[in-house]
């Protein structure tokens, strides 16, 4: 059985985007800012190591623009086209019920997203991550969330879209890692606990 983890970059306040769906924030040193090196290191490893990714459509959108063209764009550092291949040559699923299609190596699933990440998590193969609010929140929901990564940005937003859904039960977790990054950006990790 594959592990299914959600992970994301999220405020103080436990917003994966700002108001407008605003990412400025996300990248650690202010107002539309970057990663430090080390976290840019740290979520391009990430993406190496996961088998599957599975998208929901505004995060697919957001993610495919600038990275499916990244490594070919002039002064694009080494990192960037490290992160750009990995994230190109990663397995993807998007679920939606609005595109007609997607590109690159990626799969578009239009039905039941819960049936589908079920079977997909009783497959092979490598860790799976899960991104974007509304398809996180249906796979906590659904009890189908095996780890949780957070990786906190100090900053406070006031709004905008919760990394975590609103739940019908306690969901039980235990720490298992935590680590600095410049900036003061955290990083903890949970698995759920049975």
Avoid: H
Avoid at 16 to 45: K, M, N, T, V, Y
Avoid at 68 to 77: C, E, F, H, L, M
Avoid at 168 to 189: A, C, K, Y
């Amino acid at each position: 059985m594959r592990k299914l983890i959600f992970a994301m970059n999220l405020t103080l306040d436990g917003y994966i985007a700002a108001p407008g769906d605003d990412l400025g924030w996300s990248g650690g040193g202010g107002a539309d800012s970057s990663p430090s090196d080390e976290l840019f290191q740290w979520w391009s490893d990430r993406v190496a190591a996961t088998g599957l990714a599975l998208y929901g459509r505004k995060l697919w959108e957001a993610m495919n623009s600038p990275w499916s063209t990244a490594d070919r764009q002039p002064g694009a550092t080494p990192a960037t086209i490290e992160y750009a291949r990995r994230w190109q040559d990663l397995p993807k699923v998007v679920f939606s019920s609005t595109l007609a299609q997607v590109e690159g190596n990626t799969r578009l699933v239009t039905g039941d997203a819960v049936a589908e990440i079920t079977r997909l998590k009783a497959g092979d193969g490598g860790p799976m991550d899960i991104g974007g609010a509304t398809l996180a929140g249906a796979a906590v929901r659904a009890g189908l969330i095996d780890e949780y990564v957070l990786v906190t940005v100090p900053v406070l937003v006031g709004g905008g879209t919760p990394f975590f859904t609103a739940l019908d039960s306690w969901v039980n977790l235990n720490l298992v890692e935590t680590r600095t990054f410049p900036g003061g950006v955290v990083l903890t990790r949970y698995e759920t606990r049975c």
